[in-house]
């Protein structure tokens, strides 16, 4: 289906649902039929989010579901594949099975995504209306979610500063953003030929051919902690993995009571990570840190908002970045927030994914951090503006921040949840 909103909520909110009813594979939520036919986690987390007050059993399955592919490293996978179907990369690259630590019954990536099932998990608790189901999930998933935040301070603190590294332009979900341009350009040329002609050009010169070189040397180390340690060529800490993965560490501390945990070690991860981020990734904006040249990336994204996430973010930090955003850098010259790249960036491209375009997670996450920050007028436009965007476009995957014209894929499950998300707050006093 192609889905085509209406201009009445109602309608709206219908049509949103039937997009997440279509693209529900039995098992979970894929992120939009054809291009991505499996089980992203990122992607689940924010459909998760976007059923809390619509369809709260559907959003605790989503998130369980997931977790069927959790390696008993404490990994979450970004892509469990639960059904057939063509996608590369697929089983055979990863070949998750060839791992003791991995699960027998479905396939996986070898991969993680910025880890927001914990903050999801709490959306969804904290928007419960039958509590006695709420805590039951909540009993159930906060062992994963604590074994997945282990994962990431054991075997991803490649700085040793208390940061979680990626290994890979996929595990930030910010796939192609220029932030990755220079360290994919500091890995030797590798030709295996991916593009292929039936699939839209998406990403610039052979970056495409780099990821799948970056996996596959991951994939033959084991996928080995020590390796990504002291061989793997790309290690970037990244602010918005990180930003996410100190709200989740907090969501975790509000729900380790029901599920009859300490919450004290999930506050003082959550410190350690603010107290990192402030110290290694701040530079008048939040900037990515690559490890292998110990330099800042110098390219601002929507990910250099995200910091705001945390309610207890310095003062001057708050009042630097919320200007930026507001500013011609970004919202101020676009017409529909938020630019995924800064817009006077050289490579600033308004129509290529996010390189430049605009997407309702990151207006999702920053709505919602405007809300923390005592910002409701920001809060307001960004929901008001996200909303006109899929009214005009469509539950597209992204838009262009000029003139809203859809891009990518369209019925794109978290652009439908997060609609469904935004609307219930516009109904609610
Ligand atoms: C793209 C996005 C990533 C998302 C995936 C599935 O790879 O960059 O964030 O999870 O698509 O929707």
Same mark, same amino acid.
């Given at each position: 289906m192609d889905a085509r909103p209406a201009v009445d909520d109602a309608a709206l909110g219908r049509e949103a649902l039937a997009v997440l009813d279509a693209n529900w594979t039995g098992t979970g939520t894929m992120p939009a039929p054809g291009l991505y036919p499996h089980q992203w986690s990122l992607d689940s987390a924010f459909v998760a989010i976007g059923l809390a007050r619509a369809d709260p059993g559907r959003a605790h399955a989503e998130l369980i579901s997931l977790f069927d592919g959790q390696w008993r490293t404490g990994m979450v996978p970004h892509v469990v594949y639960h059904t057939e179907g063509g996608y590369f990369p697929g089983p055979s690259l990863w070949r998750s099975r060839d791992r003791p630590a991995a699960p027998r019954r479905v396939a996986t990536s070898g991969l993680v995504q910025p880890p927001l099932e914990a903050f999801a998990a709490w959306w969804v608790w904290r928007h419960a209306t039958d509590s006695g189901s709420a805590a039951a999930f909540v009993r159930h998933v906060y062992p994963m979610l604590a074994a997945q935040h282990r994962y990431l301070e054991t075997a991803r603190d490649l700085g040793g500063a208390g940061l979680a590294a990626i290994v890979h332009p996929w595990e930030s979900g910010m796939d192609d953003s220029p932030a990755w341009d220079e360290p994919l350009g500091a890995l030797p040329a590798v030709r295996y030929g991916y593009l292929r002609d039936d699939l839209p050009a998406r990403h610039p010169d052979n970056h495409h051919d780099r990821y799948v070189w970056l996996a596959l040397r991951y994939r033959d180390s084991g996928y080995d902690p020590s390796y990504l340690r002291h061989d793997h060529p790309f290690a970037v800490e990244d602010p918005m993995f990180n930003a996410i993965w100190l709200a989740s560490c907090e969501a975790m501390a509000e729900l380790a009571p029901l599920a009859g945990a300490d919450p004290r070690p999930q506050l003082e991860a959550a410190e350690r990570i603010r107290h990192a981020l402030a110290a290694r990734l701040w530079d008048g904006l939040y900037f990515a840190r690559d490890l292998r040249t110990d330099k800042l990336i110098p390219v601002a994204t929507v990910g250099s908002f995200t910091p705001l996430l945390d309610p207890r973010l310095a003062p001057e930090h708050v009042g630097a970045l919320l200007t930026t955003?507001?500013?011609?850098?970004?919202?101020?010259?676009?017409?529909?927030?938020?630019?995924?790249?800064?817009?006077?960036?050289?490579?600033?491209?308004?129509?290529?994914? /996010?390189?430049? %375009?605009?997407?309702?997670?990151?207006? /999702?996450?920053?709505?919602?951090?405007?809300?923390?920050?005592?910002?409701?007028?920001?809060?307001?436009?960004?929901?008001?503006?996200?909303?006109?965007?899929?009214?005009?476009?469509?539950?597209?995957?992204?838009?262009? %921040?000029?003139?809203?014209?859809?891009?990518?894929?369209?019925?794109?499950? /978290?652009?439908?949840?997060?609609?469904?998300d935004l609307l219930a707050d516009n109904v609610e006093p």
């Amino acid at each position: 289906m192609d889905a085509r909103p209406a201009v009445d909520d109602a309608a709206l909110g219908r049509e949103a649902l039937a997009v997440l009813d279509a693209n529900w594979t039995g098992t979970g939520t894929m992120p939009a039929p054809g291009l991505y036919p499996h089980q992203w986690s990122l992607d689940s987390a924010f459909v998760a989010i976007g059923l809390a007050r619509a369809d709260p059993g559907r959003a605790h399955a989503e998130l369980i579901s997931l977790f069927d592919g959790q390696w008993r490293t404490g990994m979450v996978p970004h892509v469990v594949y639960h059904t057939e179907g063509g996608y590369f990369p697929g089983p055979s690259l990863w070949r998750s099975r060839d791992r003791p630590a991995a699960p027998r019954r479905v396939a996986t990536s070898g991969l993680v995504q910025p880890p927001l099932e914990a903050f999801a998990a709490w959306w969804v608790w904290r928007h419960a209306t039958d509590s006695g189901s709420a805590a039951a999930f909540v009993r159930h998933v906060y062992p994963m979610l604590a074994a997945q935040h282990r994962y990431l301070e054991t075997a991803r603190d490649l700085g040793g500063a208390g940061l979680a590294a990626i290994v890979h332009p996929w595990e930030s979900g910010m796939d192609d953003s220029p932030a990755w341009d220079e360290p994919l350009g500091a890995l030797p040329a590798v030709r295996y030929g991916y593009l292929r002609d039936d699939l839209p050009a998406r990403h610039p010169d052979n970056h495409h051919d780099r990821y799948v070189w970056l996996a596959l040397r991951y994939r033959d180390s084991g996928y080995d902690p020590s390796y990504l340690r002291h061989d793997h060529p790309f290690a970037v800490e990244d602010p918005m993995f990180n930003a996410i993965w100190l709200a989740s560490c907090e969501a975790m501390a509000e729900l380790a009571p029901l599920a009859g945990a300490d919450p004290r070690p999930q506050l003082e991860a959550a410190e350690r990570i603010r107290h990192a981020l402030a110290a290694r990734l701040w530079d008048g904006l939040y900037f990515a840190r690559d490890l292998r040249t110990d330099k800042l990336i110098p390219v601002a994204t929507v990910g250099s908002f995200t910091p705001l996430l945390d309610p207890r973010l310095a003062p001057e930090h708050v009042g630097a970045l919320l200007t930026t955003l507001e500013s011609g850098r970004f919202m101020g010259a676009a017409g529909y927030p938020v630019p995924s790249c800064e817009i006077r960036s050289p490579r600033f491209d308004r129509s290529n994914y /996010w390189r430049g %375009p605009s997407w309702v997670n990151t207006n /999702w996450l920053l709505r919602h951090a405007a809300g923390l920050h005592g910002r409701p007028e920001l809060a307001r436009v960004l929901s008001a503006c996200t909303l006109r965007l899929v009214r005009q476009a469509g539950f597209r995957e992204c838009f262009d %921040p000029f003139d809203g014209t859809g891009r990518g894929c369209r019925d794109f499950s /978290w652009s439908a949840a997060l609609t469904l998300d935004l609307l219930a707050d516009n109904v609610e006093p």
